[in-house]
Nanobody
Framework: QVQLVESGGGLVQPGGSLRLSCAAS????????MGWYRQAPGKQRDLIAQ???????NYADSVKGRFTISRDNAEKTLYLQINNLKPEDTAVYYC????????????WGQGTQVTVSG
């Protein structure tokens, strides 16, 4: 059973930064496309950033230029550096393996809450 554990969220003021982490307990981590999703209150969960096994990245327009996705295959960890946070970035952030449709394929973790306020 693959387990995804997200961490690093918190309460920050607009313009602040956070670095989210996702630990994945799968031995095939290095071979799969991974992504970060987020779900704001009352909204659907959306894919916002993804990274292929060879390091190519893609971002949703809403986060392009502010968010950076990266991975450490040796540590089986996915990262999301978030800069210049805005109130509309408030959401629960999740990581998952991404399929060709942009959908998460593994059991979802608990996510990590990011709240931008102040």
């Amino acid at each position: 059973q693959v387990q995804l554990v997200e961490s690093g969220g918190g309460l920050v003021q607009p313009g602040g930064s956070l670095r989210l982490s996702c630990a994945a307990s799968t031995i095939v981590f290095r071979l799969v496309r991974m992504g970060w999703y987020r779900q704001a209150p009352g909204k659907q969960r959306d894919l916002i950033a993804q990274i292929t096994s060879d390091g190519r990245t893609n971002y949703a327009d809403s986060v392009k230029g502010r968010f950076t996705i990266s991975r450490d295959n040796a540590e089986k960890t996915l990262y999301l550096q978030i800069n210049n946070l805005k109130p509309e970035d408030t959401a629960v952030y999740y990581c998952n393996r991404v399929d060709s449709q942009g959908l998460g394929t593994l059991q979802w973790g608990q996510g990590t809450q990011v709240t931008v306020s102040g």
